[in-house]
Every structure is written in structure tokens, then in C-alpha cells.
């Protein structure tokens, strides 16, 4: 089934090295991959809550080792691996170049680094070994010394394709891109360090590490990318260029400081969780400043976003980024978090961060932008079925952790027993399920429609190769 | 949670059936740090789920098909490369803690829970036998209480 639409990609991805575009592809079909995995085992937890005797009696599928299994190949696999993908095709194209040789070589190994450390996390976890109970990086070293050595090669080639710009300027989408890549090294460098294992020192570290692997790598990476990928979608100029640079730099200012905010009414100091408090509120100026600007660039573009397949993603993203950050805002006040701390309502907030802003602003980004230099376009319809599923499932999962988790909240509030909140909360795991349920369909959904934009064969026939030392690709006597 | 819950059998029984101390609870069980033994000299039965002669035997099949998806996608260098690290990480792992096949020794000199037997459902004249990670998580549990407050 070929449906006809909009612009024929095979003409704009004409010129591009298919190295190049079967390099964005394996990043991104590797991302799909733990996206996968990820949603499988999602969905056993989330069953888990209904039925605790499912699958009970093996100690490899135990529920704490199925659970850091969950975020972390959501996490390390498929969302960086996405975010990756996109950011080797935006900061080329923004610096107008073409990766050359050497670029893509060191590339290519940081995906095989980046995957063997997924894969070797990956195993670990299930097998036991972990680096400790700490959220988000439950790892082993040497798994994440892989996933660290990737992202330094990649870091690396970034700053070499923007030194090397044929550009005035340097875009705002590479500057968040460059600045997310050695934000990430001081965050995992914080979170990994042996000498603050220790009482108090981990638990500040923690929030510290929790809080700013979010906000300081897959928060800035994924707006980056959409600062790109919205105005060339909308093919218009961004709303203003100077809003960027103001959230970039609040960004840097005000998200380093909030990670205590997790640890309200413990033995952290006070003035670390008031500075903490402050700086959240504070966080509000980077978010309007950015999710502002993209609003106010898709104003206007009712037609434009009804008729795109991509758009309509991007639109829920950038709401999604503001109702996430919101909400963070608010949970970490203190007479709010004194109800909501320890319950559901916590996933309701992760699922909205990492599903209805990042997942979204990404596929977004993926089904426009990747047709444009792999020369394929997915099908119509199951991008349209993969939005609908992601939306559905999303919504259902986020507003049922959120509300099942403020009645939880109650229940410690007004001091009834701990199995009360347990019984309330029961129904709501049941609709979580059917959410998750909708969700994997919908990934299933967009494996297929990514496995069909994998790079055509039209690219080795038009296909250049960007260095001067290597002949162009065509080869037609050789191809029949 | 160790004042709540002082008495280490409550932490075993609820480690195996959280259903039986506590209704309505929605924790998984983890009936894989215990053993049964319903022979009348107490020798163990066969442990329950996996093994880790198991565990092994699952990672090296879902190694050899993902090696075997890679070789076919991305051809033979990439899937080396991420053999090797996996090798290496592996070694790592069971050179660092060998814990898991470890597990049936251990077993051996495990901690043994003879009350309130018939409440987890178990025959009358079963024995259950703690393992070392059960034990250690009771000690632990046990060791959680509410600090004094300093005047």
C-alpha cells in the first residue's frame, strides 16, 4: 500500500552519502530495538501490580531487576540512541557540511560502543549485578564506561563538524546539543564516583544524578533537535532566536541545583532544599522560554499541522514539555510533596517527562526529518495508527498514575493505614496496564514504519560521497 | 520497619507469601531465596524456578540470537566487537561475585523455618529453608529503626 504524499523524499535525499544515512538508521532501528525490549518489560511490571504471582518464581524476572531493566533501556537505549541519531543529522546540517570519513568511522564505533554497553547492562541487570540500588544508574561501571567512552567519541565529532561550519554562526540547536554532550560527562562522572557512595553524600548525588541526567542530557538534546526540526518542517524562520539563547542559559543557571527537590523532609540540609526550591520555580523561565517559542512558531499553522504526519507529534511534545515541567514545579513544593512522595503519582510525572515530551518531540522529529536523507517515507497510515496508540495509551497511563497516586497521597495524608492506599489504588493499575498495553502496540507499530524508511537503493545510485579523496558511488554497469 | 516488625520468622513468611502475613498486598513473592524440604531427614528438594545453570543457559541463547540478528543486519565486525565486550563483561561479573552458582552451598547452611509452615501452604511436616540473600534482607530489615531523636 503507497500512498502519495507532500514533497518526493527520493529527490531531497538525492546527494546524500548512504553511508551517512545508513549510519542516522542504525542509531535510530538500535533505539527501536530497546524501545522494544523496554516496553515488553514495562508492560510484565505494570501487570505485576494486578497479578503479583506473574512469573513469579524466577529470580532473573524478579520485579527489582525487571524494573532498572524498564528505565534504563528506556533511557540508555532508546531514547539516547533516538536522540543520537537525530543529533548526527541535525548538527551537519546546521553547520552546512557533510560528515567526512572521519566522522563517520568514529561514529559507527561509538554505536557499537553505545549498544554493547546496553547490551552488557543489560545482562547484568537481569543476572544481579547491580551498581547499587541508585535510580537511573544501576549499570556496572564497565557498561557505563562504554555508554561514557561512546558519548566522549561522539562529543568529539560534534564539536569537530562545528568547528568546521560553513556557517556565520553557530545554531542554537548545536550549541544545546554540544552542551548537553559535556553535561552528561560532569553528571555521569558525579554519579559514578567511588568517594560519594557514602550516607548522605549518595543521597545527594543521587538527586543530584537523577534529576540532571533528565534535564541536563535528554532535556537539552531533545530541544535542540526541535529548535532544527520545527522550523524546517514549518519551513519558516524560528520565532525568536533570542528566546533560545535565553533558555539555554537559564537552562544551565537554574536545572543543575534542583535535584535535592527529590529529598524533601529528609536529612539533607535545609538551605540545599530550599536552594533546590527556589531554583525549580526558577526553572519555569527556560521551559516558557522554549516551549513558548515553539508555540508561537507553529502559530498560525492550523492547515500546516492538520495535513502533516509528523507535526501532530511535535504539537503533544511541546505541550508535554510544559505540563512536565509544571508539574515538577509543583510536586516539589513541599506541601504538595508531602502527600504525593512515595506514590504513583511519581511514575504519572516520568512517564510525562520521558513519554508525552521527549518520546513525542522525537518521533516528531524521526518521521520528518529521517525520509529527507534516507529517501524512503513511512507509510501514512501507520504513522497516523502509531500516533493515535501513543497518544491514547500515553494519556491513559499518565492521568491514571497521576490520579491514582494523588488518592494514595490522601490516604497517608489523613493517616489511614498503609494497605488502604494499596486497595485504592487497585483500579488504577488496571488502566495502567490497558495504557502500557496501548503504548507497545503503538512501538510495535513504529518499529515497522521505521524499518521502512531504511535508507533506499536509490541513494547508492545518486549518493555522493562527501570527501575528495573516494570516487562518487555511481556504478550503474555493476548494478544491472 | 524493624520496630514495626521485630521478629525475623514475620520477615521470612513474608518474603515467601506476602499474601499470608499481609492481605491485600500487591509485592511479589520471592520464593527463589528459599528451599523446601519435605523429606523427614530435612535433605532440600528441588529448588523452585530458575537456577542459575538456567540463567546462564538463557543469556547464552538470547546472546547467539542477537549475535546471529547482528552478523545478518550489520555484518561480522560490529557483532565481534560486541561479543568481545560482552565476554569481557561477563568474566568480569562472575569473577567479581559468584554468588549465583554459589547459591546451592550456601543453601545448605541456610536458616530453617519451621512455624506457621501450614499458613504459606506448605504440607504440615515441610521444612523451609531460608537462603543467604533471605537471611542477609531480614538482618537488614530488622536493623531499620526509628533514630532516637536528640534532645
Known amino acids: 500500500m503507497k500512498i502519495p504524499v507532500g514533497i518526493p523524499v527520493f529527490v531531497a535525499a538525492a546527494g546524500t552519502d548512504p553511508r551517512f544515512a545508513r549510519l542516522v538508521h542504525r542509531w535510530l532501528f538500535s533505539g527501536v530495538f530497546w524501545l522494544l525490549l523496554g516496553s515488553a518489560v514495562g508492560l510484565i511490571e505494570a501487570y505485576r501490580h494486578v497479578d503479583p504471582e506473574f512469573l513469579a518464581d524466577s529470580a532473573l524476572l524478579s520485579y527489582g531487576r525487571l524494573r532498572p531493566l524498564h528505565t534504563m533501556s528506556m533511557l540508555f ?195 540545599l532544599e530550599n536552594t533546590a526550591l527556589i531554583f525549580s520555580v526558577a526553572m519555569m523561565v527556560p521551559v516558557f522560554a522554549s516551549a513558548g517559542n515553539f508555540l508561537l512558531t507553529m502559530k498560525g499553522e492550523k492547515v500546516a499541522i492538520q495535513q502533516s504526519y509528523s507535526l501532530p507529534f511535535l504539537l503533544v511534545g511541546v505541550i508535554g514539555y510544559i505540563l512536565a515541567s509544571a508539574q515538577g514545579t509543583y510536586q516539589s513544593l513541599r506541601v504538595v510533596q508531602d502527600g504525593l512522595h512515595l506514590t504513583h503519582d511519581t511514575g504519572g510525572h516520568s512517564h510525562v517527562a520521558m513519554y508525552c515530551f521527549v518520546s513525542f518531540l522525537l518521533w516528531g522529529s524521526i518521521y520528518g526529518l529521517v525520509p529527507r536523507i534516507t529517501g524512503r517515507e513511512p507509510p501514512v497510515r501507520l504513522v497516523g495508527a502509531h500516533f493515535w496508540l501513543a497518544f491514547a495509551g500515553g494519556m491513559i497511563m499518565v492521568v491514571s498514575l497521576c490520579l491514582g497516586g494523588a488518592e494514595q497521597g490522601a490516604v497517608s495524608v489523613r493517616g489511614e493505614p498503609f494497605m488502604d492506599g494499596v486497595r485504592v489504588v487497585k483500579p488504577y493499575m488496571v488502566w495502567r496496564v490497558v495504557g502500557g498495553c496501548l503504548m507497545a502496540v503503538a512501538h510495535l507499530i513504529s518499529a515497522v514504519a521505521i524499518y521502512a524508511m531504511r535508507p533506499g537503493a536509490l541513494l547508492d545510485i545518486f549518493g555522493t560521497s562527501p570527501t575528495s579523496s573516494t570516487p562518487p558511488v555511481p556504478e550503474p554497469e555493476g548494478r544491472a | 520497619m524493624g520496630d514495626r516488625q521485630p521478629s525475623v520468622l514475620w520477615h521470612y513468611w513474608h518474603l515467601y507469601d506476602p499474601r499470608s502475613v499481609s492481605p491485600g498486598s500487591v509485592m511479589p513473592p520471592y520464593r527463589f531465596l528459599f528451599r523446601v524440604s519435605t523429606a523427614p531427614d530435612g535433605r532440600l528438594g528441588p529448588e523452585p524456578g530458575f537456577n542459575a545453570g538456567k540463567a546462564w543457559l538463557w543469556v547464552a541463547v538470547l546472546g547467539v540470537v542477537f549475535m546471529g540478528l547482528g552478523w545478518l543486519l550489520f555484518g561480522p565486525t560490529p557483532t565481534l566487537v560486541i561479543s568481545l565486550a560482552l565476554g569481557v563483561g561477563a568474566g568480569a561479573m562472575l569473577i567479581h561475585d559468584c554468588a549465583l552458582c554459589a547459591v546451592p552451598a550456601g543453601l545448605e547452611e541456610g536458616e530453617v523455618v519451621e512455624d506457621g509452615i501450614d499458613a504459606l501452604g506448605l504440607p504440615k511436616d515441610a521444612k523451609l529453608v531460608a537462603g543467604p540473600d533471605a537471611k542477609a534482607l531480614a538482618e537488614y530489615l530488622l536493623s531499620l529503626k526509628r533514630p532516637v531523636p536528640r534532645r
Not at chain 1, 135 to 156: C, K
Request: aromatic residues 16%.
Open chain 1, 77 to 271: 537505549g532508546f531514547a539516547s540512541m533516538t536522540l543520537l541519531a537525530l543529533c548526527l543529522y541535525v548538527v551537519p546540517k546546521c553547520s552546512r557540511i557533510t560528515m567526512d570519513e572521519i566522522e563517520l568511522r568514529s561514529s559507527n564505533l561509538a554505536l557499537w560502543l553505545w549498544n554493547a554497553g546496553v547490551v552488557g547492562g543489560s545482562v547484568a541487570l537481569l543476572i544481579g549485578q547491580l551498581h547499587g540500588g541508585r535510580e537511573y544508574r544501576e549499570y556496572p561501571i564497565w557498561a557505563m564506561g562504554l555508554i561514557a567512552a561512546a558519548v566522549l567519541v561522539l562529543g568529539w565529532v560534534f564539536y569537530r563538524m562545528i568547528v568546521r561550519r560553513q556557517t556565520k554562526g553557530i545554531y542554537i540547536a548545536c550549541w544545546f546539543i554540544l552542551a548537553a554532550c559535556g553535561w552528561i560527562a560532569v553528571v555521569a562522572v558525579m554519579g559514578y564516583l567511588p568517594f560519594f557512595k557514602r550516607g548522605m553524600a549518595d543521597t545527594i548525588v543521587q538527586g543530584f544524578y537523577m534529576h540532571n541526567a533528565v534535564g541536563m542530557w535528554f532535556t537539552p538534546l531533545v530541544v535542540g533537535i526541535t529548535y532544527y526540526s520545527l522550523p524546517k518542517l514549518l519551513n519558516k524562520p524560528i520565532y525568536s532566536y533570542a528566546l533560545g539563547v535565553l533558555g539555554i542559559f537559564t537552562h544551565l543557571l537554574f536545572y543543575t541545583l534542583i535535584g535535592t527537590h527529590h529529598y524533601m523532609f529528609t536529612a539533607v540540609p535545609d538551605w
